[in-house]
């Protein structure tokens, strides 16, 4: 399985952003994919998941309300719509492809290669 996130610009604060991930090859259904994202200076945090056959969600409390993870099977891509972006959420977004629902980075063994989302004040 290749992941390929895309979307990532630069965008004012209260602007918005939709980051895709192309999955290539086979997704189980059991699969769960997620965004997590690593801002400058600091460790990847979690940032939303869903599973690949559901609509089960969860998402960091920091991006709550503001951010929406959707799926399209038919295309192999997950989304992460962004909207009311802050300065806080500037950093680069990986999407990743696991078996459990964790938000947990170890537990997902699939990465995309980043795509660099910077919000200005």
């Known amino acids: 399985v290749q992941l390929q996130a895309s979307g990532g610009g630069l965008v004012q604060a209260g602007g918005s952003l939709k980051l895709s991930c192309a999955a290539s090859?086979?997704?189980?259904?059991?699969?769960?994919m997620a965004w997590f994202r690593r801002a400058p200076g600091k460790e990847r945090e979690f940032v939303a998941l869903?599973?690949?056959?559901?609509?089960?969600?969860l998402y960091a409390d920091s991006v709550k309300g503001r951010f929406a993870i959707s799926r399209d099977n038919a295309k192999n891509t997950v989304y992460l719509q962004m909207n009311n972006l802050k300065p806080e959420d500037t950093g680069v977004y990986f999407c990743?492809?696991?078996?459990?629902?964790?938000?947990?980075?170890?537990?997902?063994?699939?990465w995309g290669q980043g795509t660099l989302v910077t919000v200005s004040s």
């Open positions: 090859g086979r997704i189980y259904s059991s699969a769960v």
């Open positions: 990743a492809r696991g078996i459990q629902w964790s938000a947990q980075s170890g537990e997902y063994n699939y």
């Open positions: 869903t599973r690949w056959s559901r609509t089960s969600t």
